[in-house]
């Protein structure tokens, strides 16, 4: 079978730093996704993995390591805007279809 | 671009009636999905079409859900009957390139489904 596997919740502290991670069995790999939805809202796209290392766009960071099957997001500064659930995907290499975690709920204290 | 859009935003409709569901894709995208997300299940591929063609439709739950695109700017998503179990948020989404490694899914606002 094909599944992600990431932690359902997550609290941290505002101005702090957060991992998200996110461990996937798949028949095939195209990239680790990551999207981030706010409650009431629809995802939204953040980040894309398709090589190993590290990606950084603004404060937001996100790691693949194909060779371990794993990948993070990883949130610096964190805002009280930052509170929202977090979804890693992997391309389906048969159907080329996104596979979706079942979320990260990141709650922010202040 | 206005994005991707839906309507309606929410729906609540008695069980036994038909609902229906509408996206107009982001214009020129060559792919369009229609998700379902739920507590219980989290977000499930329902159906997707490519060039207004439906490719897979496997995430259907039954033969009370079917999917239309009848032209590149409009896609359907009816229930008939509806159930209770159906409650849950309807988000539509397409993409420039259903293939690219890199390709990002834009989705719609969603319609909030309550079925009494």
């Known amino acids: 079978g094909q599944s992600l596997e990431q932690p359902s919740e997550v609290t941290a502290v505002e101005g702090a730093i957060v991992q998200i991670n996110c461990t996937y069995q798949?028949?095939?790999?195209?990239?680790l996704s990551w999207y981030q939805q706010h409650d009431g809202g629809a995802p939204t796209f953040l980040s894309y993995?398709?090589l190993d290392g590290l990606e950084e766009t603004g404060r937001f960071s996100s790691f693949l390591s194909r060779s371990d099957s794993y990948g993070y997001l990883l949130l610096q500064e964190l805002q009280m805007k930052d509170s929202a659930s977090y979804f890693c995907a992997v391309r389906d290499d048969s159907n080329y279809q996104l596979i979706w975690g079942a979320g990260t709920k990141l709650i922010i204290k202040p | 671009d206005a994005g991707v859009i839906q309507s309606p935003r929410h729906e609540v409709t008695e069980m036994g009636q038909e609902v229906t569901l509408r996206c107009k894709p982001i214009s020129g995208h060559d792919y369009l999905f229609w998700y379902r997300q739920t507590m219980m299940r989290g977000l499930e591929l329902l159906i997707y079409f490519n060039n207004n063609v439906p490719i897979d439709d496997s995430g259907m739950p039954e033969d009370r859900f079917s999917a239309k695109m009848p032209n590149a700017s409009f896609s359907t998503l009816k229930i008939q009957p509806s159930e209770p179990r159906d409650s849950a948020v309807y988000f539509c989404?397409?993409?420039?390139?259903?293939?690219?490694?890199?390709?990002?899914?834009?989705f719609g606002p969603g319609t909030r489904l309550t079925v009494l």
């Open positions: 798949t028949s095939g790999f195209y990239g």
């Open positions: 989404a397409s993409s420039l390139i259903g293939y690219s490694r890199e390709d990002t899914q834009y």
């Open positions: 993995n398709g």
